[in-house]
């Protein structure tokens, strides 16, 4: 009978401790959860040799690279991040956006003519960035970052040494923008069009022909939201490296006013609402896409105008 009542006892002890335990967890986890949730600040370029062509662009991909391979979420199966779909479509949105300054940098920035080599940094960058994002082991995202970051100062070496190169003309920030203005026209399509609308096909961009299927789950609706995000994050950093790389340029064709209005207006994209709503014109709740929208849209207006102006003699 002793035994009995001694059993009886410790029944309640186990389950309050087993009860401690998962509180424990559960508030460990929401604390990595909220730390990974909180948005990355401005980019410090810090200071740049003047002599080095480039000098600006390069730091500033080597920067977005380092910051998503010390913390990239996409690919986190493991860990209470897991259950994070904000942040990791954020991530989503800088890669783009590397990914695009990578390849005009492999194609047309690190090359004097069209008939040149591709310069092997530049072209290693591009093709370490080109890995699955959501890939954890075999080779992982984040090793596949780190190797980028790691050709992109190599390369940027060979601009101090004179055995690289990179040219700041017209055409090649031409080539540059018009990316930026084609991705940024597919962002934009999901934005305005975020309500869930199953199946529609619709305009991808201002190009004729260029089509997309939306299919945007209202369950969705914020990840949309938080890769626009990154988009305008990344390319706000961009355009503060392009100021000072193709700073004569501009000077020249009378077009720094069109970069400092797509630099206000990018800047104007970073805000975090406590939820991300999907209101009607007519309610009392927010339309968080359409306010996103409407500043990344007249910056994608003002991007066009900037081509215009870099095309004309």
Not at 73 to 86: G, H, I, Q, R, S
Not at 101 to 109: E, K, P, S
Not at 210 to 229: C, L, S
Not at 279 to 305: E, T
Request: with cysteine.
């Amino acid at each position: 009978m002793e035994a009995e009542r001694s059993e009886d006892r410790e029944k309640p002890r186990h389950g309050r401790l087993i009860a401690l335990v998962i509180l424990v967890l559960v508030v460990i986890s929401l604390i990595i959860m909220a730390i990974n949730s909180r948005k990355p600040g401005p980019l410090q370029l810090g200071e740049l040799d003047k002599n080095v062509k480039g000098a600006a662009f390069i730091m500033i991909n080597r920067l977005l690279i380092q910051q998503m391979s010390d913390n990239w979420l996409p690919n986190d199966f493991f860990w209470p991040t897991l259950f994070l779909d904000n942040m990791p479509s954020f991530q989503m949105g800088e890669l783009e956006v590397v990914r695009y300054n990578i390849r005009v940098l492999r194609d047309n920035l690190s090359r004097m003519r069209t008939t040149d080599k591709l310069d092997p940094w530049a072209e290693g960058a591009f093709t370490a960035l080109s890995n699955d994002p959501l890939k954890w082991w075999f080779p992982s995202a984040e090793s596949k970052w780190r190797k980028a970051n790691k050709d992109l100062q190599t390369y940027y070496q060979g601009l101090k040494d004179g055995t690289s190169f990179f040219d700041p003309r017209a055409d090649n920030l031409v080539e540059l923008l018009s990316q930026y203005a084609s991705l940024m026209g597919g962002v934009n399509t999901r934005l305005i069009n975020a309500p869930q609308r199953k199946g529609t096909v619709l305009p991808d961009s201002d190009d004729a022909g260029e089509t997309i299927r939306i299919d945007i789950p209202w369950r969705h609706i914020d990840d949309n939201f938080y890769y626009a995000q990154g988009v305008a994050y990344a390319l706000h950093a961009s355009f503060r490296a392009i100021r000072i790389d193709f700073y004569e340029l501009l000077k020249r064709k009378n077009s720094l006013r069109f970069v400092d209005k797509i630099i206000e207006n990018l800047g104007r994209c970073h805000f975090e609402p406590w939820f991300v709503f999907n209101g009607a014109p007519d309610s009392i709740f927010a339309n968080h896409s359409l306010n996103v929208s409407g500043v990344f849209n007249d910056a994608r207006q003002k991007i066009n105008s900037l081509i215009v102006a870099l095309q004309q003699g």
